[in-house]
């Protein structure tokens, strides 16, 4: 029975609790049970929450009684561990913050609540979401549960991991540069990057803060559409919020799934992120999913993007500029970690002892580079030419979508990679997140779907798909339509090839 309620999805597992067919507390007992059984090994969660059946009762006594509950009520939820809790710790993947306790519930994370959705735990991520596979994480690395001698991505590893491993059936992740879809691609799950400001960033520990933004990650679209209705919507704590009012994208997921074609949509095909670089079985996955589109009537057109070749650049000056400014205040006075020296000494004397003991090596390097980009003297050369070409970057974007309904590229250019194979070598890190990084500068929605199966290491490929700044609902419709076709085509949801034991070398 356990094993058959892993395997459904959120959708599924909301219509079976609606129908009383299934309780909120077999649901989540299930997915606790799967957790004990892999996690092990997969190490997606960092916590807990001790709370997860007795909330689940409390749904299914709520629902007895014949009180009206959300769609997804008794759904069990992997939270990111960036996401501030009340009664699970939030640390960031940081030794800092070890064992912190918020004294409020993210935005998103209220609303869930709100929407009687059960949370698991808090999921593993790179240090202050600062990496692209997880082994930034002060408490060790999240292994991807197609081979757990590869990464599961980052900065929202855990997340991913924990979607792709049946340890939930969807999770809230964030994303600055990738740190939602990168992952997707490497462990086969469906991962969407909101329009910034479609959800609320309140409560969500900053990184970046022009560029970060909370969505959903799950194992059909149709999920993700799920929770993105749940967490989007203007919040008047987050100053960035927008006031728009949003169609369902669960509606616009579920009419894309019914298309019967693809005929009158314009594809567009970025040159400058795809080819060379790219592994092979990455530009298979992409070359085969572009022939469907073509069956499918799309029109293919060829855009040309002449500043994205500066995207990593540009990002790597924001980005450090505005997380040397967020980080500040972890300064040993407030709140965390608080390391005295020896003998005692200054504020200046603590606050730095508790910086060079709480942060990691990553988070110590884009501290010094931001600080620096943000300098007397070096502001103008450096962070305010990078923010000139991110204004290039969204022009590009606008230039682009008078051509094209969406554009698509491979969500990153390999598949997942061993661990240690890119960790000493800081820049071909930050290089991995290429394809990802632009929709950030220019706050357009992005998603990533799994399209493929690399044929030299049989590990997930993913597509990227970007709209336009709120056609959020579009990027569901067209990528519900693709992955009905895939299905169609394969005799099975991608999900259901993952494997189902967790093997170091990959499924025997």
Not at 314 to 333: C, G, Q, T
Request: net charge negative.
């Amino acid at each position: 029975m356990a094993s058959e309620i892993i395997d459904l999805t959120a959708a599924e597992l909301a219509t079976k609790l609606a129908a009383k067919e299934l309780s909120a507390e077999d649901a989540t007992k299930a997915h606790l049970d799967r957790i004990s059984e892999v996690d092990s090994d997969v190490r997606a969660f960092l916590a807990i929450n001790e709370h997860a059946l007795s909330t689940a009762r409390e749904i299914d006594a709520r629902r007895a009684s014949g009180e009206k509950l959300g769609e997804l009520a008794g759904v069990p939820l992997a939270v990111k561990d960036v996401l501030v809790t009340t009664d699970m710790p939030t640390t960031s993947g940081s030794k800092i913050l070890e064992g912190w306790m918020s004294p409020y519930d993210a935005t998103v994370v209220a609303r869930c609540r709100q929407a009687d959705l059960v949370p698991l735990g808090k999921t593993n991520m790179d240090e202050f979401a600062m990496g692209s596979s997880t082994e930034h994480s002060a408490y060790g690395p999240t292994r991807n549960p197609w081979n757990l001698d590869r990464i599961p991505g980052g900065s929202g590893g855990g997340s991913a991991a924990a979607v792709a491993a049946f340890e939930a059936p969807f999770a809230l992740g964030s994303d600055t540069g990738g740190s939602i879809r990168q992952p997707a691609h490497v462990t086969g799950t469906v991962g969407f990057k909101p329009t910034y400001g479609a959800v609320s960033r309140y409560g969500a520990i900053a990184l970046a803060s022009s560029l970060d933004q909370v969505g959903p990650c799950s194992r059909t679209v149709l999920d993700s559409a799920l929770l993105h209705d749940v967490i989007a919507g203007h919040d008047h704590h987050d100053s960035t919020s927008l006031t728009d009012q949003w169609p369902s994208m669960a509606a616009a997921a579920r009419e894309g799934a019914r298309a019967e074609n693809l005929k009158g949509l314009r594809v567009g095909v970025v040159k400058q992120i795809q080819g060379d670089g790219f592994q092979q079985g990455v530009r298979d996955g992409f070359a085969k999913t572009l022939e469907l589109l073509v069956a499918a009537g799309a029109e293919i057109v060829e855009i040309d993007a002449p500043h994205f070749e500066y995207a990593v650049a540009a990002y790597y000056l924001i980005l450090p500029a505005e997380a040397s400014s967020n980080l500040a205040k972890f300064d040993s006075v407030r709140f965390g970690l608080r390391v005295t020296p020896a003998g005692g000494g200054t504020v200046e004397d603590v606050m730095s002892a508790t910086r060079e003991a709480g942060f990691g090596p990553e988070v110590k390097r884009r501290i010094i580079l931001g600080t620096y980009a943000l300098s007397a003297g070096y502001y103008d050369a450096y962070y305010g030419s990078a923010q000139k070409v991110r204004t290039l970057i969204q022009r590009d974007f606008d230039a682009a979508f008078t051509q094209a309904d969406i554009l698509i590229s491979p969500t990153a250019p390999t598949t997942a990679f061993a661990f240690g194979e890119k960790t000493k070598d800081p820049l071909e890190m930050y290089l991995n997140d290429v394809t990802t990084i632009p929709a950030n500068l220019a706050g357009i929605p992005a998603m990533s779907i799994p399209v493929d199966v690399a044929a030299e290491d049989g590990l997930p490929v993913g597509l990227q798909l970007m709209a336009p700044a709120r056609a959020d609902d579009r990027l569901y419709r067209v990528s519900a339509t693709i992955e009905r076709m895939l299905e169609e085509a394969a005799g099975m949801p991608f999900y259901a090839r993952a494997p189902k034991t967790p093997a170091k070398g990959g499924a025997k």
